[in-house]
């Protein structure tokens, strides 16, 4: 199937000169939806994986059905401010600005098998303060998994040899 087509680009979004990958046009087509969760799922499936870390907000979208397929257990990584107990949270940087991300002390358990889900990889920033937040609570790193990464940002440098799968690529 051809992901790429599914995707639509939006210019000057979310400011000008920046073009935008917009994935609700896959998500709202029930087969690539469907097909994307299903090759995923195939792809890590027998790694017994423990936990999927799904990045805020559109890592839920994809992290959540894989976690089920998986028949692992989901974690949602937050925004400040967003999670009730007792958090780990690091502050990075974003292609336009800073932000921070935070996960629960008690998400994951040293030596836990993790996954990390998110919808896009850029310059790097978010997937590495996820990658920072997992290893402080011990769990093991098997992949990061991204719909879509922008290649010319090279957002996998900021990994630390991190394993990084991409559906759809762009240079």
Partial sequence: MNYKSLIREVPNF???GVLFYDITTLLKDARAFRN????LASRY???HIAKVVGIESRGFILGSPLAYHLEAGFVPVRKAGKLP???FE???NLEYSTSSLAIHRDAITIGERVLIVDDLLATGGTAAATVHL???LGGEIMGLVVLVELESLKGRDKLNGCEVHSVITYS
């Fill in 14 to 16: 979310p400011k000008p």
């Fill in 36 to 39: 994307v969760v299903d090759e």
């Fill in 45 to 47: 499936r027998g790694q």
């Fill in 85 to 87: 107990a007792d958090i």
């Fill in 90 to 92: 690091v502050k990075y």
């Fill in 134 to 136: 997992v290893r402080q």
